[in-house]
């Protein structure tokens, strides 16, 4: 079965642009979470969708949302790019409510 | 409010040394309590998950973590350290029966030298 994948792997922008990024979750999941990698700030959760319903919400602003497609994948789109949101993006998959996570390898995103 | 501690944000063992990763967490509902492990340019592998059955839980690679909860504690150990498992370590948790959130300690450096 594949695992968690996540494209790009890599990517480079400026600030004030705008970046998506994508998230195939394993086959039959049906929750996909976001969480943000930074050495400053750790691990930190973005959102969670479920069914195509943003179902939990983490502390960031408004410039960071997501969406769930009816085939479970899921993206994650930042606007108007800041320094601050260098950082490696993390998409996990799960069955459901409480299952296990599944984490995909990430996307780095730089913003020079 | 949620909330994990891990103390120590390195440590350093001998190859077949005992590795001892601390973590406390603090919940006001019983908690679902994992250890994840990532190694460089990677994602997040489960090593293990605590979620209210026996609480000395035993996961992948040797890896083992037992439950106190009069210490609020989940202490991940491995009696014999091998080169491959250094990287990092961290400890995460999410409200029982809840939603998929997780809230991770800040992580801890395993370095293992011959």
């Known amino acids: 079965k594949a695992g968690v994948t996540q494209t790009p792997r890599y990517l480079i922008k400026t600030r004030g642009q705008q970046v998506t990024l994508s998230c195939s979750p394993i086959s039959g999941h049906r929750s996909v979470s976001w969480y943000q990698q930074t050495p400053g700030q750790g691990l930190q959760f973005l959102f969670e969708?479920?069914?195509?319903?943003?179902?939990n919400k983490g502390n960031f602003p408004g410039r960071f949302s997501g969406r769930q497609f009816s085939n479970s994948r899921s993206e994650m789109n930042v606007s108007t790019l800041e320094l601050g949101d260098s950082a490696l993006y993390l998409c996990?998959?799960?069955?459901?409510?409480?299952?296990?996570?599944?984490f995909g390898p990430g996307t780095r995103l730089t913003v020079l | 409010a949620q909330s994990v501690t891990q103390l120590g944000s390195h440590v350093s063992v001998s190859e077949g040394a005992l590795v001892l990763l601390r973590c406390n967490y603090s919940?006001?509902?019983?908690?679902?309590l994992f250890w994840y492990v990532q190694y460089p340019n990677q994602g997040l592998q489960l090593l293990l998950k605590?979620?209210?059955?026996?609480?000395l839980v035993k996961g992948i690679n040797g890896f083992e973590a037992e439950f106190k909860k009069s210490e609020t504690s989940f202490h991940l150990t491995k009696p014999s350290a091998h080169m491959s498992d250094a990287a990092e370590y961290f400890c995460a948790v999410s409200l029982s029966g809840g939603y998929n959130k997780l809230i991770f300690g800040a992580g801890t450096r395993l370095a293992v030298h011959p």
């Open positions: 605590y979620t209210s059955a026996a609480t």
């Open positions: 969708y479920f069914s195509e319903t943003q179902r």
């Open positions: 996990a998959s799960s069955l459901g409510r409480g299952d296990e996570q599944f």
């Open positions: 919940s006001s509902v019983p908690p679902y």
